[in-house]
């Protein structure tokens, strides 16, 4: 197989993983697709989903929503956040279900059934701060809603709301969450709405937050093999990505390495010159900081992350031009590692692997 830098993304570690969250809570499964399946591949991602137990999917946009109905996946799927001005038309016709947070939101899903009513999750704020309905705006929203549906306008299929801290084991916000999204379904009842979907955990909240699955939960991260607490769930990372050594090359002590030279070789020092760089999402910020792994070994990155390249500090030997390094994987080195070498999240560093990376899939449902 003949590749330059590529991520194998395995579909079987995904499914395996969906299974495994499935198999911690009693709700069901709806797992976040969005950012082209967290840099895994949207439509292929969503499928593996659909193989380890999931029955619908969740993503953020309206495009990803389209794309996974255009592509033949048939199983329900939710667009949590949609701009105003977009045709909502073809989406209800898709039956792509629609997140409300608002007056303005639901006049306009209301005017964009045609054949069907529009399905919607009514989405309120319990202390994110971010989507969703402000307390203040529950009761108009609710009884707007109810009267919407009572007109055969809309259809309400789903309330949620999305956890703030989840991934902080004492955090007191999430009980606070989740003690505001019940008041909020109390609003619903009282109105005599029940939606058949509740909906209120993230993979964290899957994982350290039982109160908060309710019938069904979101996960992302997790599906992906990188639970954001500590479980015990056999979660693994399903993307490895690597590229092939292109030029292997001794420096003499003294030598500057890359832009701004910001290494200098204390000795002679052999280094491969690796194809992936910050335009690939290799963070910059890692320049001398990153290792990778050179036939199984730790190697260093030396110098400054480039746009398409790095230089790797490699042992004497046998490293040759066409040996592959792996960035990260399922091994020695995870994309945590990464994360932790540029201060961020393994979500951004998943959603960062760039367009001119390949995605090559192994496992079940290639
Ligand atoms: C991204 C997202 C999720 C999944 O979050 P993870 O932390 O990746 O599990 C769930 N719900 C909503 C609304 C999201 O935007």
């Not at 809570?25 to 082209?36: D, G, I």
């Not at 990778?292 to 500090?313: A, K, T, Y």
Request: charged share 20%; proline share 6%; glycine share 10%.
């Amino acid at each position: 197989m003949s590749f330059q830098a590529e991520a194998v993304v395995d579909l079987g570690t995904i499914a395996a993983n969906v299974e495994a969250l499935a198999g911690r809570t009693s709700a069901a499964v709806m797992p976040a697709l969005k950012a082209n399946g967290y840099g895994h591949g949207l439509v292929p991602a969503a499928r593996a989903c659909l193989d380890g137990g999931a029955s619908r999917l969740g993503v953020a946009t309206l495009d990803e929503a389209m794309e996974l109905r255009n592509s033949g996946v048939a199983a329900p799927i939710l667009a949590w956040l949609v701009a105003p001005g977009l045709d909502l038309a073809a989406a209800v016709d898709a039956d792509i279900e629609l997140a409300v947070a608002s007056r303005e939101q639901l006049s306009a899903v209301a005017d964009a059934g045609a054949r069907h009513p529009a399905r919607i999750h009514l989405k309120a704020d319990t202390g994110m701060g971010r989507g969703g309905a402000p307390r203040a705006e529950w009761q108009t929203l609710v009884d707007l809603a109810a009267k919407a549906q009572a007109d055969g306008r809309i259809e309400i299929v789903g309330a949620f709301s999305h956890l703030a801290c989840a991934d902080e084991p004492g955090n007191p916000l999430t009980q606070s969450q989740d003690d505001n999204f019940r008041d909020f379904l109390d609003l619903l009842w009282a109105a005599d709405v029940q939606p058949q979907w509740q909906h209120l955990a993230n993979s964290a909240g899957l994982l350290a937050h039982p109160d908060t699955h309710y019938n069904l939960v979101r996960p992302g991260i997790a599906v992906y093999g990188y639970p954001p607490v500590a479980t015990e769930a056999p979660l693994r990372p399903a993307m490895t990505l690597r590229a092939r050594v292109v030029l292997v090359k001794t420096l003499p002590a003294g030598h500057g390495i890359g832009y701004g030279h910001t290494y200098v070789t204390k000795r002679p020092t052999r280094v491969a010159i690796v194809p992936l760089g910050y335009a690939d999402g290799i963070p910059r910020s890692t320049s001398n900081r990153a290792e990778v792994l050179v036939g199984g070994r730790r190697c260093p990155i030396r110098g400054r992350v480039s746009m398409d390249q790095v230089v790797v500090e490699v042992d004497e030997g046998d490293v040759r031009a066409g040996d592959v390094v792996e960035f990260f994987g399922d091994g020695d080195i995870t994309a945590e590692d990464w994360a932790t070498w540029h201060d961020t999240i393994s979500y951004e560093i998943l959603t960062s692997i760039g367009p001119r990376i390949p995605r090559r899939y192994v496992g079940k449902n290639t």
